[in-house]
C-alpha cells in the first residue's frame, strides 16, 4: 500500500499540469456521477414546419455536479468520449430515456418517439445492440418510439463495426437519424448504407440562413438530398419566425430550437405533453 502510494505521488508530480488534474479529477467525478443519480436528462420538443404538431423530443443529458452545479454536456461528453464513460453513461441515457417512454405510454402522452444521441464511441462497441435491445425488451416500448441520432464523426472510430451495429439497430425497429448533417465527413456512399430516415441539420447553418447566402445554399442542398433520398429533414437552432418561414419555404419539414422551446425537465416536458395533446 506504501508503494502504491508513492507511485500515486509520483504520478500527481509537479510536472504534471493543473489541466491534466483538473482532467483527471473531472473524469473520476464523471465515474462518481452515475452511481451517484448526478445525471439528468432534459428534452427538447420537435415540431412539423406545416402542421405544427409535435413529432418527438430530443433527450439531452444533463450533469448536476455537487460543486459545480448544473454542468453542459459540451463541457464533459469530450471528456467521456475520450476515457471510454461515455459507453456506461451512454446507456444510463437510452435507459433513461425508454422508460420515461414507457410512463408516458401508461400516462397516455407519449410523443411519437424520444431521439437519444449515441456517440461513436458506442457504435464501435458491439455491445450497444445488445443492450439496446434489452432496454427494449425490459421497458417493453415499441422500438419505433426510440430514435438514435449518430453524427457523421462515426466514421472515423471503427468504420466497419459501426455499419454493422446500424443495421443490426435498424433491424430491431429502432429509428436512426443523421446529426450535425454537413459539418463532418460525409460522403453520400455511406449515406445510403445506413439506412436513416431523418437528416439533422446543424444549428451552425440554421443560425445565419436568413442572412448568409452561403449558408443558405448549404441547407437548401441538404434539404434537397434529404428528399431526393426520402428522408426527412429536421432544422434545428430555430430560434425565430424568420428562421422557421424561411426553412418552410426551402421545404424543411420539422424544426428544433428555442422558437419552440428550450430544452426542458420531465416534469414540465410532461405538462408541455399534455397540452400538445389537448390542443
Ligand atoms: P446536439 O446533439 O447537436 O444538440 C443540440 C444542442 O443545441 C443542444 O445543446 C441544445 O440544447 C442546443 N439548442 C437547441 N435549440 C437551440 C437554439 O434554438 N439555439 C441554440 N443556440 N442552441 C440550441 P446541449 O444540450 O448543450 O448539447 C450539446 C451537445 O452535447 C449535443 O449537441 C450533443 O452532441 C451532446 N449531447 C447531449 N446529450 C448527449 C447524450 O446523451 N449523449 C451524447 N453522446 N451526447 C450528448
Ligand atoms: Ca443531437
Ligand atoms: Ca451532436
Ligand atoms: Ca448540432
Given at each position: 500500500a506504501k508503494q502504491q502510494g508513492r507511485g500515486l505521488l509520483r504520478f500527481f508530480s509537479?510536472?504534471?499540469t493543473q489541466r491534466a488534474k483538473e482532467r483527471l479529477r473531472m473524469e473520476g467525478d464523471l465515474r462518481r456521477a452515475i452511481e451517484r443519480d448526478e445525471l439528468l436528462l432534459h428534452y427538447q420538443p420537435q415540431v412539423d414546419l406545416?402542421?405544427?404538431e409535435l413529432v418527438g423530443l430530443e433527450a439531452l443529458v444533463r450533469w448536476h455536479h455537487p460543486q459545480r452545479g448544473l454542468v453542459p454536456p459540451g463541457d464533459f461528453i469530450p471528456l467521456a468520449e475520450e476515457s471510454g464513460l461515455v459507453v456506461g453513461l451512454g446507456e444510463w441515457v437510452l435507459c433513461t430515456a425508454c422508460r420515461q417512454m414507457a410512463l408516458w405510454l401508461e400516462a397516455g402522452v407519449a410523443p411519437r418517439q424520444t431521439a437519444v444521441n449515441v456517440s461513436a464511441v458506442q457504435l464501435s462497441q458491439g455491445r450497444l445492440v445488445e443492450r439496446v435491445s434489452e432496454i427494449l425488451r425490459e421497458t417493453g416500448?415499441?422500438?419505433?418510439r426510440l430514435e438514435l441520432e449518430i453524427t457523421?464523426?462515426?466514421?472515423?472510430?471503427?468504420r466497419e463495426q459501426s455499419f454493422a451495429s446500424l443495421t443490426e439497430l435498424r433491424a430491431l425497429g429502432v429509428r436512426l437519424s443523421i446529426d450535425d448533417?454537413?459539418?463532418?465527413?460525409?460522403?453520400f456512399g455511406y449515406l445510403q448504407r445506413i439506412a436513416a430516415q431523418k437528416l439533422k441539420i446543424d444549428l451552425s447553418f440554421v443560425r445565419d440562413v436568413t442572412t448568409n447566402s452561403g449558408n443558405a445554399s448549404i441547407v437548401r442542398a441538404i434539404i434537397a438530398l434529404g428528399r431526393s433520398l426520402g428522408l426527412a429533414v429536421i432544422a434545428e437552432g430555430v430560434e425565430s419566425t424568420e428562421q422557421a418561414e424561411y426553412l418552410r419555404a426551402l421545404g424543411c419539414d420539422a424544426i428544433q430550437g428555442y422558437l419552440i422551446?428550450?430544452?426542458?425537465p420531465v416534469a414540465e416536458i410532461t405538462a408541455f405533453l399534455e397540452q400538445a395533446r389537448s390542443a
Amino acid at each position: 500500500a506504501k508503494q502504491q502510494g508513492r507511485g500515486l505521488l509520483r504520478f500527481f508530480s509537479p510536472e504534471m499540469t493543473q489541466r491534466a488534474k483538473e482532467r483527471l479529477r473531472m473524469e473520476g467525478d464523471l465515474r462518481r456521477a452515475i452511481e451517484r443519480d448526478e445525471l439528468l436528462l432534459h428534452y427538447q420538443p420537435q415540431v412539423d414546419l406545416r402542421s405544427g404538431e409535435l413529432v418527438g423530443l430530443e433527450a439531452l443529458v444533463r450533469w448536476h455536479h455537487p460543486q459545480r452545479g448544473l454542468v453542459p454536456p459540451g463541457d464533459f461528453i469530450p471528456l467521456a468520449e475520450e476515457s471510454g464513460l461515455v459507453v456506461g453513461l451512454g446507456e444510463w441515457v437510452l435507459c433513461t430515456a425508454c422508460r420515461q417512454m414507457a410512463l408516458w405510454l401508461e400516462a397516455g402522452v407519449a410523443p411519437r418517439q424520444t431521439a437519444v444521441n449515441v456517440s461513436a464511441v458506442q457504435l464501435s462497441q458491439g455491445r450497444l445492440v445488445e443492450r439496446v435491445s434489452e432496454i427494449l425488451r425490459e421497458t417493453g416500448i415499441p422500438p419505433e418510439r426510440l430514435e438514435l441520432e449518430i453524427t457523421e464523426s462515426f466514421i472515423m472510430a471503427d468504420r466497419e463495426q459501426s455499419f454493422a451495429s446500424l443495421t443490426e439497430l435498424r433491424a430491431l425497429g429502432v429509428r436512426l437519424s443523421i446529426d450535425d448533417f454537413g459539418t463532418g465527413y460525409a460522403s453520400f456512399g455511406y449515406l445510403q448504407r445506413i439506412a436513416a430516415q431523418k437528416l439533422k441539420i446543424d444549428l451552425s447553418f440554421v443560425r445565419d440562413v436568413t442572412t448568409n447566402s452561403g449558408n443558405a445554399s448549404i441547407v437548401r442542398a441538404i434539404i434537397a438530398l434529404g428528399r431526393s433520398l426520402g428522408l426527412a429533414v429536421i432544422a434545428e437552432g430555430v430560434e425565430s419566425t424568420e428562421q422557421a418561414e424561411y426553412l418552410r419555404a426551402l421545404g424543411c419539414d420539422a424544426i428544433q430550437g428555442y422558437l419552440i422551446s428550450r430544452p426542458l425537465p420531465v416534469a414540465e416536458i410532461t405538462a408541455f405533453l399534455e397540452q400538445a395533446r389537448s390542443a
